[in-house]
């Protein structure tokens, strides 16, 4: 399936229909979803960055329900997820789609055999890292706060 590129991005007349789409529904949802495609035309990777977050967190603590019922939500993950979806996978997709979209390949088959042969595997490795790294630091939050609330007050007196 290729596709001609025109001036602007290939999608761009599929985003228009959909926005046209969803600008004649329902008010409510309508205004809903057309602020959320101001957000991105004005702010593209804050909102993208913040929507990547709430999904990974949403998805953990859905993921963590489903997966044990009987016990609590494991926070630590949601915290963990939402930090990388904020912080590495909105920003990184933001960018990695439109330099893709610019000068990766005319076809989309071909871009995302690009995308997931190329690109996503390491970015898994470095999920899988960043994931690791964050619950550790997270489960050391409480102790490390302990530790510090007990040296502050030696510490500023004796450097008097």
Known sequence: MASE??????HDAEDEVFRQEQQSGDDNDSSLL???NELLD????RTKAITASAVG????????RLSSPKK??????????????????GPISHY???WLDKNGPQSQSKSMLLDQLVVQPPLLVVMFVF???TRAALREIRPSIGRTLSTVGPTVVNSW
């Open 5 to 10: 590129r025109s001036s602007g991005s290939p």
């Open 34 to 36: 057309t602020r959320y």
């Open 42 to 45: 004005e702010y593209p990777v």
């Open 57 to 64: 967190a949403i998805g953990a603590a859905i993921g963590s």
């Open 72 to 89: 609590k939500i494991n926070w630590i993950d949601v915290m963990a997820f939402a930090l990388h979806g904020g912080i590495l996978n």
């Open 96 to 98: 990695w789609f439109e």
């Open 131 to 133: 994931l690791d790294m």
